[in-house]
């Protein structure tokens, strides 16, 4: 039995969703969605809606940050369910990480008034960035 933390789908206003807190996997999709590629491409090229390249180097960027390791060839060294709660509560992996949590309610900080309660983002758009880094091999 997981003692209940933040981020392992006990937060109110978000969907549930269970932490296999030996393996550090969500297995399960999100809602049960599937995701898209090209959609999960397009947001991790928009800086203001995931911030993904702010911080990592991807395959193809020129303008890219460094703050995290570069997420070229990512798929190959992590399992889909390590990706999407990676995404979903980096506090897992690191309770200091920089990384934002993208699917997380508890403990933002500087959330702008008008997402006050809302994930970063939704569950769809979550599904969506996993299914683009799943191509990075
Ligand atoms: C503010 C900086 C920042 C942002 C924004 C950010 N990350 Fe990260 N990320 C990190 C850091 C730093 C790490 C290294 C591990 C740690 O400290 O948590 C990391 C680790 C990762 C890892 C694990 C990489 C590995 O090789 O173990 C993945 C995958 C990842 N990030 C994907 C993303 C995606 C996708 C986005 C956008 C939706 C994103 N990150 C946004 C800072 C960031």
Same mark, same amino acid.
């Given at each position: 039995?997981? !003692? @209940? %933390?933040? +981020?392992?789908?006990n /937060? ?5 969703f269970? &932490? ?5 996997e #969500? ?8 995701? /898209?590629? !090209? =959609? ?6 928009? =800086?203001?809606?995931?911030?993904? &390249?702010?911080?990592? $180097? #991807?395959p193809?960027?020129?303008?890219? +940050? ?5 997420? /070229? ?5 992590? !399992?889909? $369910? *390590?990706?999407?709660? %990676? ?12 990384? @934002? ?15 006050q309660?809302?994930?970063v983002?939704t569950p *769809?758009?979550?599904? /969506?960035?996993l299914?683009w880094?799943?191509?990075? =091999?």
């Amino acid at each position: 039995m997981l !003692a @209940p %933390r933040p +981020g392992s789908g006990n /937060d109110a206003g978000l969907l549930p969703f269970v &932490v296999d807190a030996t393996r550090l996997e #969500i297995v399960q999709p999100l809602g049960g969605l599937q995701g /898209d590629v !090209a =959609r999960g491409q397009a947001l991790v090229a928009n =800086r203001s809606e995931s911030g993904c &390249v702010l911080c990592h $180097g #991807i395959p193809g960027e020129r303008f890219a +940050g460094n703050l995290g390791p570069s997420l /070229d060839g990512v798929a190959a060294r992590l !399992a889909p $369910g *390590q990706l999407r709660l %990676r995404l979903v509560d980096s506090r897992w992996f690191n309770p200091q990480s920089l990384m @934002p949590s993208y699917y997380r309610l508890e403990g933002l900080q500087r959330v702008a008034p008008q997402r006050q309660g809302q994930p970063v983002l939704t569950p *769809q758009q979550l599904e /969506d960035v996993l299914a683009w880094l799943l191509t990075l =091999r």
